[in-house]
C-alpha cells in the first residue's frame, strides 16, 4: 500500500474508497502457474492491509474496461483512479477505461508508479527508445533521483459495501496435486515481507553485493525480484533506500551503486517492452528470424527436469522447479545450453520460465532469454557459449550450490562435483553414483555443443 499513487489519491481526497483488483487475463499475458500462487498471497496479504485500514477489498474477474465502470456505477463512484502500466495492451484499455467512465460522468485519473522513469523521457533523436544498457541507465542517472514514495494511507474512508468474489473461486493456487509446497517453504508474499527483506539486505547482503551476487552458494543477492513483480515495493522505495543506505555507510556504496544498476536492468527491459509489446514471441533483431533452431522434445524434458548431466544447470533448474526462482548467474548459464548446447528456440525457454517462476516480468523475462540468446537488445556477443563446467567451478567452487540441489552427486569431492564424467569408476563407486542410473550422462559434450552453436550463428551471420 505505500508509494501507491492512486490509492494515495483516493485517501486524501476526502472521499469514501472502494479498492479493486481485476483479475483479467486477456489484457496481457496471464501469468504462469507459479506467479498465480504468488498472486493468491499477495492479494490476501493486500486485503488483510486494507481491513486493518477500516477499507475492503473487492475482487472480480473479467475485462477491466467492463468490469470497473460497472462497479463505478454499483457504488456510485466520483472518480476513479489507478497506477498506469507503460505496456501496449494496458494502454488500449486505459483508452477504453476513459471513454466508459465519462459517458458515466465519472472522472478518471491515472498515475505513474511501476517505473522510476517513464519511456517518453528516454528517448533518442529519432524518438526511439534505446537498445544498449549503459547509455540507457546513463540517461537515467542524469535525471536525477525518481519522486520520494508516497506513505501508505493510515486509514480508509470506508465506501459501500460490494460484492467480491472469493479468492478461492479463482483457483489460483494448485490443488491436485499440490506442488506449492517448497514455493511456501521458501517464501512469504506481501508487503511487509518485502520491507522486511529490503532492511535485510541492505543491512546484512548489501556491502558484498558486487562480489557475492554471481555466487550461488552464498546468499548474496536481495530476493526482491517477486516484490517488485507483485508490486508489493515499488522502484523508487528500493531506491531511496538504498541510496540513504549509502549515505549512511559509504562502505556500501559499491555494492548499492551495482544493486541499483540490476534495478536498472528491470526498468531497462519494461522500456523494451513499451517498444515491443511481441518481445516475448519476436526477434528484437530480425536476421534471427531464420536461425537453425532443432526441435528436440526429449532434450527439452530433460533440461526442464534438471537431467542434463551438467551439475550446475541441473541444480539451477532443480532450485527452480522447489522455489519459484533461480540465481542469476546460473539463469544465464542454464539459458546459455538450452539455446545453444541444445540449439533449442528461446521461446521454448523463455516460456518454461515464465510458468515456474515467481518473478515472472513481461519485460524482464523474455528480454534476458533474448539477451542470452543473441537476438536481443545489447545482446551478449555471438561467440559467448558458457561452459557450465567451468560457470560451475568458478562460481560454485567447492559444490555447495549442486550439493543442496542435486544430492546424489553429495559424496564427491569437489574436484569432480562438476565433471563427474571425469571422475574414475572407484571414485564414482566410493560416492554411490552409478552415470546413466543414478545421475545422466552429458546429454552433449561441452566442444561439441560449442561448434555446433558457432555453425549455427555462422549461417545468420552470412545471411
Known sequence: MSDHPALHAAATSGAPVVCLYVLDDSVARPPGAAARWWLAQSLRALGAAIVARGGSLVLRKGAAAEVIPDLARESGARAVHWNAIAQAPHQAVERQLEAALAKLGVDSQSFHGDLLVQPSAIRNKEGRGLRVFTPFWRRVLSLGDPPKPL??????????????DRLEIWALEPSKPDWAGGLRETWTPGEASAR?????????????????????????????SPHLRFGELSPRQVWHAARFAADGDPALGPGVEKFLSELGWREFCRHLLHDHPDLATENLQANFDGFPWTSDKAALAAW?????????????LRELWHTGVMHNRVRMVVASFLVKHLLIDWRDGEAWFWDTLVDADAGSNPANWQWVAG??????????????????????????????????????????????????????ASAGITLGKTYPQPIVEHAKGREGALAAYAKIRKG
Open 151 to 164: 506513505p501508505a494511507p493510515k486509514e480508509l474512508r470506508p465506501g459501500p459495501k460490494i460484492a467480491s
Open 304 to 316: 526442464q527436469r534438471g537431467r542434463t548431466g551438467y551439475p550446475i544447470v541441473d541444480a539451477g
Open 196 to 224: 522486511a527483506r529490503l532492511r535485510d539486505f541492505l543491512k546484512h547482503t548489501a556491502r558484498s553485493y558486487a562480489g557475492d551476487r554471481d555466487r550461488p552458494d552464498r546468499e548474496g543477492t536481495s530476493g526482491l
Open 375 to 428: 537476438c536481443g537488445a545489447d545482446a551478449a556477443p555471438y561467440f559467448r557459449v558458457f561452459n557450465p563446467q567451468l560457470q560451475g567451478e568458478k562460481f560454485d567452487p567447492d559444490g555447495t550450490y549442486v550439493r543442496r540441489w542435486v544430492p546424489e552427486l553429495n559424496d564427491l569431492p569437489a574436484k569432480l562435483i562438476h565433471r563427474p564424467w571425469q571422475a574414475t569408476p572407484i571414485e564414482l
